[in-house]
């Protein structure tokens, strides 16, 4: 038996996990970096991405972004559903809007206009092995999704987690970079760097 999900609104504890789970992806690193920054990417120090998580996580809730939570805060994922855009906001650093711009233009490539769920980003707390946590927040929406008759859009920011999601029948449609001449895979900061490669993948 799956481990029970639920619906939140406790902005500050999915915060706290996504915090924990993406404390060394380089794509955030990527995005919180810069050349005065003393630590070195992509391990970031929670006590600087904990407020952009909370500051990002209240954003995306305010906007129609569905949090949810298995196992007592296990894991957390933010799920968008159809119809529900996750604009830039006023205050995102050019990085971010980088980022959501190559997503938006392969949303519109590969789903061309249809509705769709979106997961923006699910994690679990390191600290945590409860089993089926991550399965339990995907599976309702992927019964949503097939019931609405709807496919599912996501970015895998490693190629980890394109595996995963590649167990639950995410195919990936597009491999595109972001910070294409600035950073190296790993986040840091490199004159003609490589960039960090991510995944565009649907299940349909």
């Not at 690193?29 to 407020?51: E, F, G, R």
């Not at 920011?157 to 990936?172: A, I, N, P």
């Not at 910070?179 to 490199?190: F, H, N, S």
Request: glycine share 8%.
């Amino acid at each position: 038996m799956l481990p029970r999900i639920n619906v939140t609104t406790n902005i500050v504890a999915v915060a706290d996990v996504l915090t924990r789970s993406f404390s060394d992806s380089p794509v955030t690193a990527y995005v919180l970096h810069n050349k005065d920054s003393t630590w070195h990417a992509p391990i970031i120090p929670l006590d600087i991405l904990q407020p952009k998580m909370v500051e990002w996580t209240t954003y995306k809730a305010k906007i129609g972004g569905e949090l949810v939570e298995a196992g007592d805060y296990a894991a957390a994922a933010i799920w968008f559903p159809p119809g529900v855009d996750l604009p830039a906001s006023s205050d995102d650093d050019e990085r971010l809007v980088e980022y959501r711009k190559t997503s938006g233009k392969l949303k519109k490539e590969f789903l061309k206009g249809r509705q769709y769920w979106y997961l923006n980003m699910i994690g679990r707390h390191p600290e945590r092995s409860d089993p089926g946590v991550i399965r339990a927040l995907f599976e309702p929406y992927i019964e949503r999704a097939h019931e609405q008759k709807v496919p599912i859009w996501l970015e895998a920011v490693s190629d980890h987690s394109r595996q995963v999601y590649e167990h639950f029948g995410f195919k990936t449609v597009a491999t595109f970079r972001i910070g294409l001449g600035k950073v190296t895979p790993r986040g840091e900061l490199q004159e003609g760097g490589e960039g960090i490669p991510l995944y565009a993948m649907i299940l349909e």
